[in-house]
């Protein structure tokens, strides 16, 4: 495996592909993409992307990014940083 660290969003059309591809089994999930991100500046739902971040397999990576249009990826920032500077905002879950 070659790790490498991203945080990345896909649409929320697109999470069960994204989801599909990242987790090659459950005993060793990769990227889970199970972080639920909006556009709302609220946090108001639905969910517009959902992220993961953290270590995990390059090549699952490269193959989410070159499978679903509109992926966001940041390499360098820290998961939150990086949702900020995709323009996303975590979605509130009402108690």
Known sequence: MNDIYATVAVP??????????????SENPQWAFT?????DVN???P???????????AALL???IASIPDVLVNYTDSG???I???G????????
Request: charged share 15%; glycine share 8%; proline share 2%.
């Open 12 to 25: 929320a059309a697109e999470v069960n592909t994204a989801r599909t591809i990242g987790i090659p089994t």
């Open 35 to 39: 972080r639920a991100l909006t556009t």
């Open 43 to 45: 946090g108001t739902a």
């Open 47 to 57: 969910a517009t992307h959902y992220a993961t971040s953290g270590q995990a397999d």
């Open 62 to 64: 490269a193959l989410i």
């Open 80 to 82: 939150q940083d990086a």
């Open 84 to 86: 900020a500077g995709f």
């Open 88 to 95: 996303l905002h975590f979605v509130v879950e009402e108690i």
